[in-house]
């Protein structure tokens, strides 16, 4: 039985449609990253979830329960909100068992949690003070604390670490990530950061403009794209494409012709238009000399630390090639280079699609 | 802002004393013909050095009942306070979380609800409340307030209340709790400066006012206000007792400011959402 289950799941603000018919289900103890970019759809999904937005059609339940009508307080879910919301009337101790009143528990019990929570979250010192006396990363572990001390049946987080500067936002990350490992809990975690996602999902749905574009692992995504958005959000640099056309057995691009790689075999064509997606790591620099080898022009070096980025130039095509920082060609460097075939995806060109699903 | 500078200082104290000397100057006058002798009242220039008496205050509670009409006073202004700041928060917290095109047309209705001048109503609630039996009772003046107040509650509130953040109540219903709950735990208790700012204001209006309570009460349900004024009839003003009951009626007002203002702090949202 799915923790979550979206059958068609549509939000309509009167006449504007955002999420267009989600299907998503989630399994128990998954953690599942909604991941696409500004404006698509994430949050909408996610308080539909939580039950601070209607569901405008289709069917959503929690724990195998249709909870369409179903009040927030009666859905068995807590909330990280991406600015916290936490309670600045109350001290961190009273915001945590804020939470644990509605659940009726004997004192004992309600002290135990509240100690219990703290102490894994590093905020016994922190229990009398009121959120305005809080550093930002404090605040943000109040704010899972609030969540956790009630033990529910999923979490929701809605951006949790995007008001936290670069180091506070890995080292909460791990915390997030070993604390789904030590509770279980089904988690569903909405961001836009494609690190976040790959680093703390089972599975990742990315989304785009009220539809999902895929769901799958994070390997999943990053090495079998579904489409074009999907291969180009995913990664970073983002994969390069080139337009190409396949002629007699060849993928015929405007400035070179590459074999077909055997996997491709039957799933194209001929004279079909594809889009060739290479990612920036499987454009390698060559001798010149070596069969396959490409004329390419450097238009603008950057300096990584471990590796470099190159703006390549490849006839009429511009892509971008990650190579080791070590004897890296300077701007306008003429060079060789060559695609890994291995890594070499091919999308329809009229619909984006992969050619491999 | 630079440290103020010594002759900045000095001109700061000085406008200070000036506002002060324009406010505490009529309070002085009344606290001291409270306790002044009949005979130099009106002395020129003013006796400030005197024997003081206690006689207008004696007056006061022994052949009139005054304390009774003080204790008028406290539960026609109590009651209108307390059921203003119910019905005006409540109104204030739909008009401030319902979205609705209409809602600010209801607002806008609320408040001219205020925009009338009182002296044309009077004699409308003189027969609505004799119709309904209520002349000269505390409850008469109860109702009468509470219409003049509630529209200011609701617009006071209305802005306290469109100031806490919608997401903490948000999370208080993902934590449990429901409309009602959230409403009582979480955003009132955010919105108490702006209860507190209502409730001085009720209070001073009801407490202060003259023109009802002189229409609609008579022997029994006469607040302090109007029973002052009786010391001034057509054939003698007796300053004295008027001075002395005024002092009187001065000081629940300052008791009350005193007690509200503790919740009168601001910044009560602070921290809460980044
Ligand atoms: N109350 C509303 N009325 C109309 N449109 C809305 C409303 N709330 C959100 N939207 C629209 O719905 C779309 C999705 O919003 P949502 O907040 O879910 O995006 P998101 O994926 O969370 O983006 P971000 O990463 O920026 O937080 C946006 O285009 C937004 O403008
Ligand atoms: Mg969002």
């Given at each position: 039985m799915s923790s979550i289950a979206l059958e068609k799941v549509v939000k309509r603000y009167g006449a504007f449609e955002i999420v267009h018919g989600i299907d998503l289900a989630i399994d128990k103890g998954e953690f599942v990253v909604l991941l696409g970019p500004s404006g698509c759809g994430k949050t909408t999904t996610l308080r539909m979830v939580a039950g601070l937005e209607d569901v405008s059609d289709g069917k959503l339940s929690i724990g195998g329960r249709v909870v369409n009508d179903v009040a927030p307080k009666d859905r068995g879910v807590a909330m990280v909100f991406q600015n916290y919301a936490l309670y600045p009337h109350m001290t961190v101790r009273q915001n945590m068992e804020f939470a644990l009143r509605p659940l009726k528990l004997a004192p004992g019990e309600v002290d135990r949690r509240v100690r219990e929570t703290a102490a894994i979250l590093g905020l016994d010192a922190l229990l009398a003070r009121k959120p305005s006396a809080l550093s930002g990363g404090q605040r943000q572990r109040v704010a899972m604390g609030r969540a956790m001390v009630r033990t529910p049946e999923v979490f929701l987080f809605d951006e949790p670490l995007s008001n936290l500067d670069a180091k506070l936002r890995t080292q909460v990350r791990w915390e997030i990530g070993k604390l789904h490992k030590r509770l279980g809990t089904t988690?569903?975690?909405?961001?836009?950061?494609?690190?976040?996602?790959m680093t703390l999902a089972d599975k990742i749905v990315i989304m785009r403009d009220g539809h999902v574009e895929q769901v799958g692992s994070p390997e999943d995504v990053y090495t079998r794209p579904a489409n074009t958005f999907v291969a180009t959000f995913i990664g970073s640099p983002a994969m390069n494409l080139v337009p190409a056309r396949l002629?007699?057995?060849?993928?015929?691009?405007?400035?070179?012709?590459?074999?077909?790689?055997?996997?491709?075999?039957?799933?194209?064509?001929?004279?079909?238009?594809?889009?060739?997606?290479?990612?920036?790591s499987d454009v390698t620099l060559t001798a010149a000399d070596n069969p396959g080898a490409l004329r390419a022009t450097v238009e603008v070096t950057e300096y990584l630390g471990d590796d470099a980025l190159l703006d390549l130039r490849v006839g009429l095509h511009e892509m971008i090639a990650q190579v080791p920082a070590a004897n890296r060609p300077g701007n306008d460097a003429s060079v060789h280079v060559t695609f890994n075939a291995a890594g070499l995806h091919l999308f329809d060109a009229a619909t984006g699609g992969t050619l491999l699903s | 802002m630079n440290k103020p500078s010594t002759r900045q200082a000095i001109l700061v104290y000085l406008l200070l004393a000036v506002v002060l000397i324009v406010f505490l100057t009529p309070i002085y006058l009344v606290a001291s013909s409270s306790v002044k002798p009949a005979p130099i009242m009106f002395q020129k220039p003013p006796a400030f050095f005197f024997t003081p008496t206690w006689e207008h205050y004696h007056v006061l509670f022994t052949e009139r009942p005054f304390l009774k009409f003080i204790g008028n006073s406290l539960i026609v202004a109590l009651g209108s306070t307390a059921i203003s700041l119910v019905f005006g928060s409540l109104a204030a917290y739909a008009i401030s979380r319902i979205r609705h095109r209409r809602m600010n047309d209801v607002a806008f209705w609320i408040l001219s609800l205020r925009m009338f001048p009182p002296i044309t109503v009077v004699v409308p609630y003189y027969i609505i409340f004799k119709t309904a039996g209520l002349l000269d009772t505390p409850l008469a003046l109860i109702i009468v307030y509470s219409t003049a107040n509630i529209p200011l509650v609701v617009w006071l509130m209305k802005g306290f209340f469109d100031e806490v953040p919608s997401a903490l109540e948000e999370a208080a219903m993902v934590d449990g709790y429901g409309i009602i709950e959230t409403f009582w735990r979480v955003t009132l208790p955010l919105a108490a400066p702006g209860l507190a700012v209502s409730a001085v204001f009720c209070f001073i209006f009801s407490w202060n006012e003259f023109l009802f309570a002189l229409m609609l009460t008579g022997s029994r349900a006469q607040t302090a206000t109007v029973a002052v004024m009786s010391f001034w009839s057509s054939d003698a003003v007796q300053w004295g007792r008027i001075m002395a009951g005024s002092f009187i009626i001065l000081i629940p007002g300052v008791v009350f400011v005193l007690t509200c203002q503790r919740w009168l702090v601001r910044g009560l949202t602070m921290g809460s959402v980044k």
């Amino acid at each position: 039985m799915s923790s979550i289950a979206l059958e068609k799941v549509v939000k309509r603000y009167g006449a504007f449609e955002i999420v267009h018919g989600i299907d998503l289900a989630i399994d128990k103890g998954e953690f599942v990253v909604l991941l696409g970019p500004s404006g698509c759809g994430k949050t909408t999904t996610l308080r539909m979830v939580a039950g601070l937005e209607d569901v405008s059609d289709g069917k959503l339940s929690i724990g195998g329960r249709v909870v369409n009508d179903v009040a927030p307080k009666d859905r068995g879910v807590a909330m990280v909100f991406q600015n916290y919301a936490l309670y600045p009337h109350m001290t961190v101790r009273q915001n945590m068992e804020f939470a644990l009143r509605p659940l009726k528990l004997a004192p004992g019990e309600v002290d135990r949690r509240v100690r219990e929570t703290a102490a894994i979250l590093g905020l016994d010192a922190l229990l009398a003070r009121k959120p305005s006396a809080l550093s930002g990363g404090q605040r943000q572990r109040v704010a899972m604390g609030r969540a956790m001390v009630r033990t529910p049946e999923v979490f929701l987080f809605d951006e949790p670490l995007s008001n936290l500067d670069a180091k506070l936002r890995t080292q909460v990350r791990w915390e997030i990530g070993k604390l789904h490992k030590r509770l279980g809990t089904t988690i569903l975690y909405v961001t836009h950061d494609q690190v976040e996602a790959m680093t703390l999902a089972d599975k990742i749905v990315i989304m785009r403009d009220g539809h999902v574009e895929q769901v799958g692992s994070p390997e999943d995504v990053y090495t079998r794209p579904a489409n074009t958005f999907v291969a180009t959000f995913i990664g970073s640099p983002a994969m390069n494409l080139v337009p190409a056309r396949l002629m007699g057995g060849k993928l015929q691009a405007e400035a070179f012709t590459l074999p077909l790689p055997d996997r491709f075999a039957g799933r194209t064509a001929e004279g079909q238009a594809v889009l060739i997606g290479t990612r920036p790591s499987d454009v390698t620099l060559t001798a010149a000399d070596n069969p396959g080898a490409l004329r390419a022009t450097v238009e603008v070096t950057e300096y990584l630390g471990d590796d470099a980025l190159l703006d390549l130039r490849v006839g009429l095509h511009e892509m971008i090639a990650q190579v080791p920082a070590a004897n890296r060609p300077g701007n306008d460097a003429s060079v060789h280079v060559t695609f890994n075939a291995a890594g070499l995806h091919l999308f329809d060109a009229a619909t984006g699609g992969t050619l491999l699903s | 802002m630079n440290k103020p500078s010594t002759r900045q200082a000095i001109l700061v104290y000085l406008l200070l004393a000036v506002v002060l000397i324009v406010f505490l100057t009529p309070i002085y006058l009344v606290a001291s013909s409270s306790v002044k002798p009949a005979p130099i009242m009106f002395q020129k220039p003013p006796a400030f050095f005197f024997t003081p008496t206690w006689e207008h205050y004696h007056v006061l509670f022994t052949e009139r009942p005054f304390l009774k009409f003080i204790g008028n006073s406290l539960i026609v202004a109590l009651g209108s306070t307390a059921i203003s700041l119910v019905f005006g928060s409540l109104a204030a917290y739909a008009i401030s979380r319902i979205r609705h095109r209409r809602m600010n047309d209801v607002a806008f209705w609320i408040l001219s609800l205020r925009m009338f001048p009182p002296i044309t109503v009077v004699v409308p609630y003189y027969i609505i409340f004799k119709t309904a039996g209520l002349l000269d009772t505390p409850l008469a003046l109860i109702i009468v307030y509470s219409t003049a107040n509630i529209p200011l509650v609701v617009w006071l509130m209305k802005g306290f209340f469109d100031e806490v953040p919608s997401a903490l109540e948000e999370a208080a219903m993902v934590d449990g709790y429901g409309i009602i709950e959230t409403f009582w735990r979480v955003t009132l208790p955010l919105a108490a400066p702006g209860l507190a700012v209502s409730a001085v204001f009720c209070f001073i209006f009801s407490w202060n006012e003259f023109l009802f309570a002189l229409m609609l009460t008579g022997s029994r349900a006469q607040t302090a206000t109007v029973a002052v004024m009786s010391f001034w009839s057509s054939d003698a003003v007796q300053w004295g007792r008027i001075m002395a009951g005024s002092f009187i009626i001065l000081i629940p007002g300052v008791v009350f400011v005193l007690t509200c203002q503790r919740w009168l702090v601001r910044g009560l949202t602070m921290g809460s959402v980044k």
